[in-house]
């Protein structure tokens, strides 16, 4: 069984920085495609797509909300996925999850077609004064 540990949330001023981190165990993740995705409370908001990465690293994209923000990398060492999260706002506010799916190497999406699977448990991030 694919399991997968998010962890690194916090509570963070407005402008700040976090990197989260999706580890997995007994199983290379460098292997498939990782999501990350963010589930807000905010009324009418439901599950949104942050951002991806292929294996072997070949491709990678950003929902526009983010881009420019937020990197997401691979920590080899670590056989980690790594989202760093810089100047912060507090609509980035929200429990962020990471997924897996067996994906090309040249593209991913930042949208759960049903492709994504193995969710991990998420970590709470909220960005407040």
């Known amino acids: 069984q694919l399991q997968l540990v998010e962890s690194g949330g916090a509570l963070v001023q407005p402008g700040g920085s976090l990197r989260l981190a999706c580890s997995a165990s007994?199983?290379?993740?460098?292997?498939?495609?990782i999501a990350w995705f963010r589930q807000s409370q905010s009324p009418g908001k439901g599950r949104e797509g942050v951002s991806c990465i292929t294996y072997r690293s070949y491709y990678v994209d950003y929902v526009e909300a983010v881009g420019g923000r937020f990197t997401i990398y691979r920590d080899f060492a670590e056989n980690s996925v790594i989202l760093q999260m810089n100047r912060l706002k507090p609509e980035d506010t929200a429990v962020y999850y990471c997924?897996?799916?067996?994906?090309?190497?040249?593209?991913?999406?930042?949208?759960?077609?049903?492709?994504?699977?193995?969710w991990g448990q998420g970590t709470q991030v909220t960005v407040s004064t």
């Open positions: 997924a897996l799916s067996e994906g090309p190497a040249d593209t991913c999406e930042v949208v759960d077609n049903g492709q994504y699977h193995s």
């Open positions: 007994g199983f290379a993740l460098n292997t498939y495609t």
